[in-house]
């Protein structure tokens, strides 16, 4: 299978999985299901459950079997985005080229249903149960990862210290430290689970793991980048809030070849890594892609 | 054992607890740790420990066997908190006698705070794996039961009807609907979760579903009757606050006397459910404490 084939599997997979987990029942507290909706199918990239899953097959696992822990990592990410639009965070009138949840639900059910989110991807995850679920000691082992991907060891120590650390002068080091949690933990759960979840080696584990935290960071830097130089309509949100922000990013240390040039270094080590894998293919192109992507 | 000691013996266990599991390394983004405890350790009433605890003592369960889920249940209920009183949605500067997250940690940490500890007590009802700890599935069905009282169709959906029906006159049905599901789910779950840990047969579960759905209602009675007729200085958070708002309460549609009476009848009928049970003399006493609390 090619790759922009076995890309709109994946993705068709995980936008049929978003809506299937959704409630479906029509609720007396709708509205706020309206609003988890709004954010959570506003067609993002899906970079993390499309990890998840490919690291799943390329391991010898089912796909269906970790669609649960794909959803509910996508339901984080987009908790977190909702949240980070707030007007007490970075408030953002945009994004994915729509107006941000608070703008269309007001601040109070936008906060709820970010806390909704991220309650959900916790009932996704655990309570899919089905007779040839994952065993439950192997699922406990996933939404563990997941969870601990996402706090504050993870996902919210890295927004803390972002916000901690604007309008200072930042070293290398910390800018690193900052994105190896703020996105980098989320990708790397993504790639870990899906290997977790197909009963693969720790060779195997340990290879995805390395993949993913630098592509993680290619990621970042990418932002960066586009950040300054890409226009909000290619973006789909505001550009140049690094510079309004006062934030120190890999392009303001490096400057933006110098960036682009440390993200081409660090793609070609994650393909590398992948060497234990038997097809990889997959993988070593969405790298290659995550590098040149304009949005 | 006599009430006070047994309570004192449940409320000791529950403190230890909860500073037993939050983070105890030095993080750079300590911050959020420190905002965390701010909340967490804030001295509150840990009904939903409490009952967790006994419930699953009166179950023939190992108490330290819930621990994890009690401290889990309150880091949720604390998180709540948090977020209901941020300014846009309660607007709320005192709580348990303390200013409120946000007027120490500012509104953007104040959020995070909140995120932190529903996914930390996620990750802490999942994560506290000894050898003598429960069977994984057990406690799979325990966090589930956990996370769906927490969500949409628990008390997140009763926090978007409480904010969706202020200032219309409501029938005492919705009423009921609203709290049953904003505070009665957690607390249901909380003794429902005592239960299933003990292993205990249906026959108990459903005798515990009765008695916490009907103290829950008594629990929300007596906090409206004090929102009316207490003092800040008693209860440690602004009054007057339904009223304000322009809430339809139990006291709105009953009337003071009437609503008392009505918790009356409650308190009789939740400990006329607690029949299947050997010893239920202490959650006797505690549903006729709940009712003549004074905070």
């Known amino acids: 299978m090619n790759f922009d084939r076995r890309m709109q599997a994946h993705l068709d997979l995980t936008e049929h999985a978003l809506r299937a987990y959704l409630p479906k029942e029509r609720l007396a507290q709708q509205r706020i299901v309206e609003a988890m909706e709004y954010s959570l199918l506003a067609g993002g990239k899906r970079v993390r459950p499309v990890l998840m899953l490919e690291f799943c097959r390329v391991s010898g696992g089912e796909e269906r079997l970790v669609l649960p822990l794909a959803a509910a990592l996508e339901m984080i990410h987009t908790y977190s985005l909702i949240h980070d639009d707030l007007p007490c965070m970075d408030n953002d009138d945009l994004r994915r080229g729509r107006p941000t949840s608070h703008r269309v639900f007001g601040e109070a059910m936008a906060t709820l249903a970010g806390d909704a989110l991220l309650n959900y991807a916790a009932e996704t995850a655990l309570g899919a149960d089905g007779p040839d679920y994952l065993d439950p000691a192997l699922r406990l082992r996933a939404v563990c990862e997941l969870f601990g991907a996402a706090g504050v060891y993870g996902m919210i120590g890295g927004q803390v210290l972002d916000m901690e650390r604007e309008n200072r002068a ?126």
């Not at 970042?220 to 949100?237: P, T, W, Y």
């Open 170 to 295: 930042l070293s290398l080091d910390q800018v690193l430290e900052t994105h190896r949690l703020k996105t980098g933990a989320l990708i790397c759960a993504a790639a870990r689970i899906g290997v977790i979840c197909a009963g693969a080696s720790d060779e195997l584990l340990e290879a995805a793991t390395e993949y993913a935290q630098k592509i993680g960071l290619v990621f970042q830097i990418v932002d960066d980048v586009l950040d300054c130089s890409g226009s909000a309509q290619q973006l789909g949100k505001q550009t140049g809030s690094d510079a309004r922000s006062g934030k120190t990013t890999f392009v303001t240390l490096l400057g933006e070849q110098g960036a682009m040039e440390r993200a081409r270094e660090l793609t070609d080590e994650a393909k590398q890594a992948l060497a234990p894998f038997d097809d990889a293919s997959f993988l070593c192109e969405f790298a290659d892609r995550l590098l040149v992507r304009q949005r």
